[in-house]
T-cell receptor, first 116, second 117 residues
Framework: AQSVAQPEDQVNVAEGNPLTVKCTYS??????LFWYVQYPNRGLQFLLK??????LVKGSYGFEAEFNKSQTSFHLKKPSALVSDSALYFC??????????????FGQGTTLQVKP | DAGVIQSPRHEVTEMGQEVTLRCKPI?????LFWYRQTMMRGLELLIY????????DSGMPEDRFSAKMPNASFSTLKIQPSEPRDSAVYFC???????????????FGPGTRLTVL
């Protein structure tokens, strides 16, 4: 069955330190993977996606994600965290059963807390 | 581009009342999704449309919930009658159906915060 897992409910990091938000997936075919961010009282915003090509994907606000096929992971990273990065982060994978309609399967979300 | 537009942004109603949430997708997008977000259950997909046709409504909690998309620029999610457990933030999202290996991201609206007393 297709699924996305975000093993950490919350990640705490000090400002200026690197951050990693973890995501693992399970699909039967080629994975199409996404990261979204949700700030308080806002809708989800697209950060980046992996469809094919380079395993390191760069996205908005200095974020990047590394696709690792052997570990079925797509961890979100940033070299130097900002307090303003504090938000809820969602990993998502395309639903292969409805590949032409844009349906995504979302993880449960990880709260990132960046302390000054 | 104005993005996905949802109205109202906040709705407070009493149990048993009908509630209608509205969504205007991004012009040119052909897929539309309704989600519900709560602390307990996280983000749940309720229903989605492709080219105005409902594709999968298996996420709709019960018959009290219904959704329509009469044209490419408008969709509604209706709850009748509403119950306190329906209190949540409801999001609408739209995307452009890709072809071949392309796959386009979903764009979310700001959400409607529903409180049922």
């Amino acid at each position: 069955a297709q699924s996305v897992a975000q093993p950490e409910d919350q990640v705490n990091v000090a400002e200026g330190n690197p951050l990693t938000v973890k995501c693992t997936y399970s699909v039967s075919g080629n994975p199409y993977l996404f990261w979204y961010v949700q700030y308080p009282n806002r809708g989800l915003q697209f950060l980046l996606k992996y469809i094919t090509g380079d395993n390191l994907v760069k996205g908005s606000y200095g974020f990047e994600a590394e696709f690792n096929k052997s570990q079925t992971s797509f961890h979100l990273k940033k070299p130097s965290a900002l307090v303003s990065d504090s938000a809820l982060y969602f990993c998502a994978v395309r639903d292969e059963r409805s590949s032409n309609t844009g349906k995504l399967i979302f993880g449960q979300g990880t709260t990132l807390q960046v302390k000054p | 581009d104005a993005g996905v537009i949802q109205s109202p942004r906040h709705e407070v109603t009493e149990m048993g009342q009908e509630v209608t949430l509205r969504c205007k997708p991004i012009s040119g997008h052909n897929s539309l999704f309704w989600y519900r977000q709560t602390m307990m259950r996280g983000l749940e997909l309720l229903i989605y449309f492709n080219n105005n046709v409902p594709i999968d409504d298996s996420g709709m909690p019960e018959d009290r919930f219904s959704a329509k998309m009469p044209n490419a620029s408008f969709s509604t999610l209706k709850i009748q009658p509403s119950e306190p457990r329906d209190s949540a933030v409801y999001f609408c999202a739209s995307s452009l159906r890709g072809t071949g290996s392309s796959y386009n991201e979903q764009f979310f609206g700001p959400g409607t915060r529903l409180t049922v007393l």
